[in-house]
């Protein structure tokens, strides 16, 4: 049986404070004190505070609770500007300004959070549903991460496939999501889940702009040579009988097919035009 399940051990431990009380007297050193009382989980993607104080959701978080960021209060007054390639999906290189360019996945990770930390960026205060069936007050701070989350979701914006996307997201994002929360990483489910996920991310290459300030992660531009065709509004007026789109270049497709422009004073019918009109 685990510990914590044994009436020795709640009996003697009912709360957070004889714990507190009892790592004083042993000497074991543990970050939380009387006088901050929450739960602190810490690694190179985020760091996370729950109970204590924070298990009234409506008790605003103390300033010094936060440890990785900057209040959007505190944060400088000039924005600051950073590139991130992405190929398959993945952040492969990243460019902050003045500063020589980023390509090992830690060294881009690391840089990710030092950056976002002074601009305040990446906290989040949310009230989750547990496995168990409970609701739960978490405070989180994932300042990098923040960053990849945006700059990833806009590229793909701009060079996944309309459909892939859609089935990605009514099913591997959400079912992903579930088996992660739940603590079943090591389970047949999420091996088939996750070898979804680079098939999906084939044609997601290019570079996105950013611009950090006072706590907000803004997409500045973006551009991918994935991209053919792209959609301009005017090509409408200039050319009234052909359709113009934006198409991402599949592997089976070599070219685009498009028809030949249709002459003005055509006495052809509509009918015929249509069909005439060919969508690359």
Not at 74 to 100: C, D, H, M, R, W
Not at 149 to 163: C, F, K, P, S, Y
Not at 182 to 200: Q, Y
Not at 223 to 235: G, I, K, Q, Y
Request: aromatic share 10%; glycine share 4%; net charge positive.
């Amino acid at each position: 049986m685990l510990i914590f399940l044994r009436p020795e051990f709640y009996n003697r431990f009912p709360g957070r404070q004889a714990l507190l009380v009892y790592a004083a007297e042993k000497q074991i050193p543990v970050q939380q004190t009387a006088a901050k009382p929450w739960s602190t989980d810490e690694n190179l993607f985020h760091t996370s505070y729950e109970a204590g104080i924070l298990e009234d959701p409506n008790t605003t978080p103390p300033d010094d609770m936060w440890n990785l960021t900057v209040s959007r209060e505190s944060a400088p007054a000039e924005p600051e500007y950073l590139s991130i390639e992405f190929k398959a999906g993945l952040p492969v290189k990243v460019t902050i300004a003045n500063q020589a360019p980023l390509s090992d996945p830690v060294d881009i990770f690391l840089a990710l959070n030092a950056i976002a930390r002074k601009h305040g960026v990446g906290r989040i205060d949310i009230v989750e549903n547990r496995f168990i069936g409970v609701k739960s007050r978490g405070c989180y701070e994932s300042p990098g991460a923040t960053i990849l989350r945006v700059a990833h979701m806009d590229i793909e914006g701009l060079t996944l496939d309309r459909n892939v996307r859609a089935l990605r997201d009514q099913f591997v994002t959400i079912e992903f999501s579930r088996i992660l929360y739940n603590g079943h990483f090591f389970t047949p489910e999420r091996e088939f889940i996750t070898s979804a996920i680079p098939a999906s991310q084939r044609t997601v290459n290019g570079t996105v702009r950013l611009k950090l300030y006072k706590g907000s992660v803004i997409v500045i531009g973006r551009f991918s040579d994935e991209v053919t065709n792209f959609v301009l509004a005017f090509h409408l007026f200039l050319h009234p009988y052909r359709v113009c789109m934006t198409r991402i270049n599949p592997p089976w497709m070599s070219s685009v097919v498009s028809s030949p422009p249709i002459p003005r004073d055509s006495s052809r019918s509509k009918a015929s035009v249509s069909k005439s009109v060919f969508i690359a």
